[in-house]
Nanobody, 125 residues
Framework: QVQLVESGGGLVQPGGSLRLSCVGS????????VGWFRQAPGKEREGVSYISSTDDSTHYRDSVKGRFTISRDNANNAVYLQMNSLKPEDTAVYYCATDRTYGLGDLRPYQYENWGQGTQVTVSS
């Protein structure tokens, strides 16, 4: 069964850091473009970052550039999102998913599938 499981969320003060994990089972994550998304209460789901399946190039939404880093761990069939200098506006449920456009997608949620259950990130003092 194809499944993605996110973990690593929590409560952190502004300026703090968290590392989110997305672990795949039932398939090899290295073969897919993987995206991280987030959804805050009352807002639409938005793309945060993705890593390419062809050359592991990385892409970020403007508001997280320089603060977030996406990476792969093929040995553990995982993709991580290192989040530094967190801000209250980063508060959301974070999800990972795999691209279903054979690597042609960007950060639009409809281009992805195999969504995990999400992990809550709360940035507050």
């Amino acid at each position: 069964q194809v499944q993605l499981v996110e973990s690593g969320g929590g409560l952190v003060q502004p300026g703090g850091s968290l590392r989110l994990s997305c672990v795949g089972s039932g398939f090899t994550l290295a073969h897919y473009q993987v995206g991280w998304f987030r959804q805050a209460p009352g807002k639409e789901r938005e793309g945060v970052s993705y890593i390419s399946s062809t050359d592991d190039s990385t892409h970020y939404r403007d508001s997280v550039k320089g603060r977030f880093t996406i990476s792969r761990d093929n040995a553990n069939n995982a993709v991580y999102l290192q989040m530094n200098s967190l801000k209250p506006e980063d508060t959301a449920v974070y999800y990972c998913a795999t691209d279903r456009t054979y690597g042609l997608g960007d950060l639009r949620p409809y281009q992805y599938e195999n969504w995990g259950q999400g992990t809550q990130v709360t940035v507050s003092s």
